[in-house]
């Protein structure tokens, strides 16, 4: 009896904590991001679609999604502006960005909360977002590709 006790208890939790993990779900309105401020006060241009980029830079894989992200926004149609999210210290993470951020490409400062607000585990990870704040596609960010933002925003 107690097994049986012990092991539904397992399985409700496991339940809870995995109903947690994943808080974005795609056709759904995503959370805001409420960040502190912009690296260089460089506020994000509007655009049709937005990628929201977590990143961190500890991996070498944020690096190498972001000069892919650069890309994918200058050739995307329709326009897509990125919007890097780190929880990392701005005088640390702002000269690693700097050469990344354009008209296109913004980042926020001290948005701690966005990492939890999206479930965020991993890095890269990211989400791309209509206009009116829906999630189209998400996942690692090295997967997204001209074709998945098309298929995305049909």
Request: hydrophobic residues 45%; proline residues 6%.
């Amino acid at each position: 009896m107690k097994k049986a006790l012990l092991i539904l208890l397992a399985v409700c939790g496991l339940g809870l904590s995995l109903a947690r993990a994943q808080n974005i779900i795609l056709g759904e309105k995503v959370p805001e991001l409420k960040p502190a401020g912009w690296i260089d006060n460089r506020h994000p241009q509007p655009a049709p679609i937005t990628y929201v980029e977590f990143f961190h830079s500890s991996n070498p894989a944020c690096i190498t999604s972001l000069e892919r992200l650069r890309d994918l926004s200058a050739r995307s149609k329709p326009a897509m502006r990125v919007i890097v999210v780190t929880r990392e210290d701005t005088a640390r993470i702002a000269p690693m960005l700097r050469p990344f951020l354009s008209q296109r490409i913004t980042a926020t400062i001290h948005a701690e909360r966005g990492f939890a607000a999206y479930g965020v585990t991993y890095v890269p990870f990211g989400v791309l977002i209509d206009a009116r704040n829906r999630a189209l596609w998400m996942g690692n960010s090295l997967q997204l590709n001209e074709k998945i933002i098309e298929q995305s925003t049909r």
